[in-house]
T-cell receptor
Framework: QVQLQESGPGLVKPSQTLSLTCSVS??????????WTWIRQHPGKGLEWIGY???????YYNPSLKSRINISVDTSKNQISLNLSSVTAADTAVYYC??????????????WGQGTLITVSS | SSELTQDPTVSVALGQTVGITCQGD??????ASWYQQKPGQAPVLVIY???KRPSGIPDRFSGSSSGNTASLTITGAQAEDEAAYYC???????????FGGGTRLTVL
């Protein structure tokens, strides 16, 4: 059973770069068939798709964040990473990683990691 | 338009049937998936591929779609179904994913 676990600094100062890691266990990222997605949720708000990556390195990003984000994959560590630059208080959120399946005209995210709260504050 | 619209709140009496809808132009092409989120927890997939349920999801949850509207139906709502529900799909370009604003379900 695939499990995902996010890890990150918890607190980041404004203007700095946020770096998060998603560790995947119970399955290999490099086996293919799935994308790996980052999603965030501002406190008390809804879900926001950030972007996703395939094991080959192909990425798609949310246009509203594209200039500040980079998602990468390390198949040797079975990890996905998210870097978000020039953070502000508006980037304070719970960040989730999720396994993403695409089939035809259908996408779905399952399972999700437990999420990690990132607070941007000086 | 590139957005998915959900009613912010819906309520249902215990044991009754409730429908939660998600509207968006992209749903004419792309299927919706549905997620249940309880306070303090990560979202959980409850419907994918329009109508399919993952293993472990009770069969009182069902999905359907018509035109620009996807629907999640709970037949015989239980107290433990009280949660926020989010739909997700692609935008009209097909390159990006998006979520609806979420529906908070109250079971009375």
């Amino acid at each position: 059973q695939v499990q995902l676990q996010e890890s990150g600094p918890g607190l980041v100062k404004p203007s700095q770069t946020l770096s998060l890691t998603c560790s995947v266990s119970g399955g290999s990222i490099s086996s293919g068939g799935y994308y790996w997605t980052w999603i965030r949720q501002h406190p008390g708000k809804g879900l926001e798709w950030i972007g996703y990556i395939y094991h080959s390195g192909i990425t798609y990003y949310n246009p509203s964040l594209k200039s500040r984000i980079n998602i990468s994959v390390d198949t040797s560590k079975n990890q996905i990473s998210l870097n978000l630059s020039s953070v502000t208080a508006a980037d304070t959120a719970v960040y989730y990683c999720a396994r993403h399946r695409l089939s035809g005209y259908s996408d779905w995210f399952d399972p999700w990691g437990q999420g990690t709260l990132i607070t941007v504050s000086s | 338009s590139s957005e998915l619209t959900q009613d912010p709140t819906v309520s249902v009496a215990l044991g009754q049937t409730v429908g939660i809808t998600c509207q968006g132009d992209s749903l004419r092409t792309y299927s919706a998936s549905w997620y249940q989120q309880k306070p303090g927890q990560a979202p959980v997939l409850v419907i994918y591929y329009k109508t399919k349920r993952p293993s472990g999801i009770p069969d009182r949850f069902s999905g359907s779609s018509s035109g620009n509207t996807a629907s999640l139906t709970i037949t015989g709502a239980q107290a433990e179904d009280e949660a926020a529900y989010y739909c997700s799909s692609r935008d009209s370009s097909g390159d990006h994913l998006m979520f609806g604003g979420g529906t908070r379900l109250t079971v009375l």
